[in-house]
């Protein structure tokens, strides 16, 4: 059973420019979850995709942008990219969007984005 | 809104003897509670969840969690500690009904010395 897979699992990028992330979710899941990790902080929800449409956002500029496939895989799309981007970024995937809250998300093990 | 806090950013704990992380949570209305752990370089691994019913909720590798609604708080328990416990512990909160997004405390490392 493939847990969330994210690639790559390391990334440097200077400033201004932009890069792509993406997430694969456990099998059985069809949403998707981005967050960042600042060093020494909880994770910070970015948004989350379900039917290939982002549902829910949190407090995040439009540089973060984002995309569901129909396989349900995602891509998070960071533009013009900041010194403060520099975290490891999260994918979470769940089941049935936002209409289970009871349920746990399913974490993958992150990119680490650093920003020169 | 909804906010989570961990008092304490570190706990030290000798191995075999009992160890408690604190999580105390801020939410309108009935909040649904988690409990992470994230090894180096990991993401977060789901341990336990408090739903509804029994206060006391038992997770994985002999953990559980008390909920105590008059405190607000959710603190994660363990009756006996191992060095392999050693992580970064995260308590979420997510309210129940639609469209409500997990927000995740700040963390705990959890030290525990052999």
């Known amino acids: 059973d493939a847990g969330v897979t994210q690639s790559p699992t390391h990334l440097i990028k200077t400033r201004g420019q932009q890069v792509t992330l993406r997430c694969s979710p456990k099998s059985g899941h069809d949403t998707v979850s981005w967050y960042q990790q600042a060093l020494g902080q909880g994770p910070q929800f970015i948004f989350q995709y379900y039917e290939e449409e982002e549902r829910q956002r949190g407090n995040f500029p439009d540089r973060f942008s984002g995309h569901q496939f129909p396989n349900y895989s995602s891509e998070l799309n960071v533009n013009a990219l900041l010194l403060g981007d520099s975290a490891l970024y999260l994918c979470a995937s769940s089941f049935g969007g936002a209409m289970y809250s009871n349920q746990p998300q399913h974490f993958g093990d992150g990119t680490r984005l650093s920003i020169l | 809104a909804q906010s989570v806090a961990q008092p304490e950013d570190q706990v030290n704990v000798a191995e075999g003897n009992p160890l408690t992380v604190k999580c105390t949570y801020s939410?309108?209305?009935?909040?649904?509670l988690f409990w992470y752990v994230q090894y180096p370089n990991r993401g977060l691994q789901f341990l336990l969840k408090y739903i509804t019913g029994d206060n006391l909720v038992k997770g994985s590798y002999g953990f559980e969690a008390e909920f105590n609604k008059s405190q607000t708080s959710f603190h994660l328990k363990k009756p006996s500690a191992l060095v392999s416990d050693s992580a970064l512990y995260f308590c979420a909160v997510r309210s129940k009904g639609y469209g409500q997004n997990f927000v995740f405390g700040p963390g705990t490392r959890l030290s525990v010395l052999p």
């Open positions: 939410v309108s209305g009935n909040p649904y």
